[in-house]
């Protein structure tokens, strides 16, 4: 393959790129070395048997979880950039810290349309009302607070976690995420905590693929997470709290929960469902379906009319 062939395939356009929606949602990956060959990324681990290697599909890729011993190279955290692909890294206790990646593609719709949902307080609690709504299947009477909204969530939730505890005969069950005390949890709480972090992960991902900001929450807030944690909740009573509660008996939690979560992600095509979620919570009104961004297209602002081209000189000239 010739350099000027390697270059072009390093960058690529918009329209090589896979739709968010049609992305593997995450993959996990400790104790590997990885790096990038004229061939792609791979990650490569020292075994008796010599250097093992397998070769990662990151374009399709929305959220890389590096847990401990893993090593990345320079080269490849520039591949990943260029994809959009957002790299958490997952620390013992379950620290995590994120680096997301907002491609410059991107128009600002539907940014926009969150920010001027979250702006003003009576369509930001419009949004968590429907947000509480989508989660529980149940409608919300007309007047509540987001403090008895917050009471409703808190009551179904333990009734959810009554429900499982009796389901999988697990005894008493209290939510408890200590990072100081990681490997005293009960398989639960681990499984929990890491099921957490890999759906944050891919959440993540998805909010910055569509261009809107993580920080502005309608639930949470004063993290720059809070979008995040919010549209993340609205799947953890039908996927990753059973799951979570399934392994109870399990040796290692913390394995088993991401083999099985990827699985389920696949099965319940996830990531086409945030993207419709977001897009639905936004904009309930006006949904459309989703495509891919117009690269290259910049507007100017107008209080009046709204955008107007850009690149357009609008200077009237006082000889003509």
Not at 63 to 83: E, F, K, N, Q, W
Not at 136 to 148: I, K, N, R, Y
Not at 288 to 303: K, M, N, T, Y
Request: charged share 20%; with cysteine.
């Amino acid at each position: 393959m010739s350099a000027n062939a390697r270059q072009r395939l390093a960058a690529p356009t918009l329209a090589m790129l896979p739709r968010v929606a049609d992305s593997l949602s995450f993959l996990y990956a400790d104790i590997v070395r990885i790096v990038q060959d004229d061939t792609g990324v791979l990650a490569q681990v020292d075994t008796p048997r010599g250097t093992e290697r397998v070769y990662l599909s990151t374009a399709a890729l929305s959220c890389l979880l590096l847990g401990p011993g893993t090593s990345i190279t320079h080269r490849v955290l520039s591949t990943l950039a260029r994809h959009g692909t957002t790299v958490v890294c997952v620390g013992s206790g379950g620290v995590r810290c994120y680096a997301g990646i907002t491609p410059t593609s991107l128009t600002t719709s539907w940014l926009e349309k969150q920010v001027r949902c979250w702006a003003d307080d009576n369509s930001r609690l419009q949004v968590a009302v429907r947000m509480y709504e989508q989660r529980f299947g149940e409608s919300v009477p007309d007047g509540t607070t987001l403090a008895q909204l917050r009471g409703m969530e808190g009551q179904r939730m333990k009734a959810l976690y009554r429900l499982l505890a009796q389901k999988y005969r697990t005894g008493k069950f209290r939510r408890n995420y200590d990072p100081d005390a990681w490997d005293s949890q009960d398989p639960v709480n681990l499984a929990l905590s890491a099921a957490s972090a890999c759906l944050y992960g891919v959440v993540h991902a998805v909010v910055l693929a569509l261009g809107c900001s993580p920080a502005l929450g309608f639930v949470h807030n004063g993290t720059q997470h809070a979008f995040v944690y919010d549209v993340a909740d609205l799947y953890k009573a039908k996927v990753t709290v059973p799951l979570a509660f399934s392994l109870s008996t399990s040796a290692q939690p913390e394995r088993d929960v991401r083999r099985k979560l990827r699985e389920e992600f696949r099965l319940l095509k996830l990531m086409p469902t945030i993207v419709t979620d977001i897009q639905r919570l936004l904009d309930p009104d006006n949904t459309p379906r989703q495509r891919q961004p117009d690269a290259g297209i910049i507007s100017l602002w107008d209080p009046e009319v709204g955008a107007v081209p850009s690149g357009v000189n609008y200077g009237s000239d006082p000889w003509e």
